[in-house]
């Protein structure tokens, strides 16, 4: 059974940063697309970044492009998104989730595992 647990969320100033971590388990992610998502109140979830777990390739989101950084420790088995310079427009529950790789990787149904969630508050 695939387990996603986020951590590493809490309340931030404007300006500060936050690393978020994603422990998995359950299976082999090899060949996975592993990727960060997140949802503000009253809109859609939306794509933030994600990370291939065998090759380490990264797309980020225009959003967070230049200020954010989603790395892997595949000894770990555990994601994370570094986030600095953060924003109040940052604040949201962030959820990690996995698929295999392939196209569409920012669309949020094509992913099969999600975490519950780690929320993130930028006070301005």
């Known amino acids: 059974q695939v387990q996603l647990v986020e951590s590493g969320g809490g309340l931030v100033q404007a300006g500060g940063s936050l690393r978020l971590s994603c422990a998995a388990s359950?299976?082999?992610?090899?060949?996975?697309?592993m990727g960060w998502f997140r949802q503000a109140p009253g809109k859609k979830l939306e794509f933030v970044a994600v990370i291939g777990w065998s090759g380490g390739r990264t797309y980020y989101a225009e959003s967070v492009t230049g200020r954010s950084t989603i790395s892997r420790d595949t000894a770990k088995n555990t994601m994370y998104l570094q986030m600095n310079n953060l924003k109040p427009e940052d604040t949201a529950v962030y959820y990690c989730a996995a698929r295999p790789w392939g196209s569409g990787l920012n669309e949020v149904e094509r992913y099969d595992y999600w975490g519950q969630g780690t929320q993130v508050t930028v006070s301005s």
């Open positions: 359950g299976r082999t992610f090899i060949g996975y697309a």
